[in-house]
């Protein structure tokens, strides 16, 4: 099983609050690739899904 680290929460946060991987990387000035892989890695250490798409956002 993968650890959670605080980067994982972060980039979750974010992408909740702002409902989209590409605003969050804006603010957070990273790549939306770097949060697609740390969600990813959250999503499995958890073992559930996260988020769901919305039209072309995330919810």
Do not use: C
């Amino acid at each position: 099983m993968a650890t959670i680290n605080f980067k994982h929460l972060r980039y979750f946060w974010a992408v909740a609050k702002s409902g989209s991987i590409a605003r969050a990387s804006a603010q957070l000035h990273v790549t939306p690739q770097s949060i697609s892989s740390q969600l990813a890695e959250l999503e499995d250490a958890l073992g559930i899904g996260l988020l769901r798409r919305v039209g072309r956002g995330l919810k």
